[in-house]
């Protein structure tokens, strides 16, 4: 590592640190965790090379394993500690300690520094890339640090909290003045971790192209685009920013959407890959975001995006929309947000992707040849008519999936945060919260060894 990693700490473990607090009443108490590690070779932003460490297992030490613990202090034995380097190193894991302050700030004390020094020393030795620290005060305050020399500790200044409620540490700055009746609503603090988000969008057709313009009204910064398609004449119903020259141009979607950004100026870079959602091509730029949005429509792209978010920790939230014509006078109108977080059920359970459908159309892009050889076999499920689509409907959705990343930020809608699922039927002017379970045997979501696993090969533990 060549320079501070930021980390990604899953809402299970923060709350399992926090658990510490009460446990100890008010004794300082202590924890191991392993962390995944996603190497960025290129940041889309920066084009710089970085470091995300991803929250992946949390042991409490044991009571018998104490030795002494007070409210200014906590020391135990260490054959758990040796234990937890020969995981690191066997599996390619980061070790981190873990320990409170009930009575004192979410600060390293002269102490720490020394008793962490030789454990660090001891890390390095092992061959282990790093040692992690972590402490959390009284308060719930948190901080953390990152030992890659045996002599000095490095401070990790930003942590993107993640689950059902979202938040950066380590934010700095003020909100942009354009944001002002925003503010008034959610106030500097919450207009500021909307900004510092990262954002990506995967696909750049109705809904990315309706969700986007959202960001930079928001006052997002940085935010990274996924799409391959070029511009036709049928998507000028409900493609935002998009012209008739376009379609005579052949315009790439990513270069209009770039487009209404460079004219808004408002300050967000947008960075465009052109590229499916799960390309090699796109791996580095999904690592580097802070929440993606999901607004293909396509199961291999939502099945990789499912996988995704359990490996990396990374927040995706799912727009689906479903049209339907049942006569002269009447239609069945469906919009769906889904939101992909530690603790919420994936789209597998909730039986929004065809695992089936996934591999053929993952198979269409990388094979074209094979695929259409199958399908003249009758051995793939083939397509259909273009589905109905309608501008309305498809911004609607839109804006169903940004409100609920906002609702994860700013709490407006409760403390809870986001929802799983929600579903808004506009022919019936309602809206529904399926009760969606997490399945004992999904091949998702199910193994707690792939919450947070981060880097790995095969890429996701998975071969299509």
Known sequence: MTRAPDIILLDPHEKSIRSLLSHGAGSERSAYMLFGVAEIEKDPWTQ???????????????????????????????????????TAKT???VPALVHTHPVGEARFSE??????????????????????????????????????QKDRAVDIGRILHSGPRLRISGLQGAPEPFLDRQIRLFGEQASLQISGFRCGVAGGGATGSAL???LLRLGVKEAVQFDRDIVDETNLNRLHGARRSDVEAEMPKTAIHSRTVSEAELGMTLATIEAWAGEPATWDALKACDVIFCCTDDHAGRMFLNRFARFYGIPVIDVG????????????????VSTLVP???????????????????????????GYEKLRAEAYVLGEGNPSPAVVTFTTEASAMAVNEWLAGIAGFAGQGGMLPTRMRRFHARDERRPLVVSRGDCSCCALPETLG????????????
Not at 69 to 86: C, I, N
């Open 48 to 86: 710089a090379q970085r470091t995300r460490l991803v929250s992946h297992q949390f042991k409490a030490v044991d009571d018998d394993e104490l030795v002494s613990a007070s409210g200014r202090h906590v020391t135990w034995q260490t054959d758990g500690f040796m234990h937890l380097l020969t």
């Open 91 to 93: 599996e390619g894991l």
């Open 111 to 148: 102490q720490d520094d020394r008793n962490e020094a030789e454990l660090a020393r001891t890390a390095l030795l092992k061959g282990v890339p790093g040692l992690i620290s972590v402490v959390m005060a009284g308060n719930g305050d948190l901080a953390a640090r990152i030992w890659t």
């Open 212 to 214: 986007l313009p959202m």
């Open 321 to 336: 929309l479903a049209m339907q014509r049942r006569s002269d006078t009447a239609c069945d109108l469906f919009a769906r």
């Open 343 to 369: 603790g919420h059920p994936c789209l597998l359970c909730g039986g929004y992707i065809d695992a089936r459908r996934a591999r053929e159309e993952a198979l269409k892009r990388a094979d074209p040849a």
């Open 453 to 464: 696993r981060a880097d790995m090969k095969p890429f996701l533990d998975s071969v299509i």
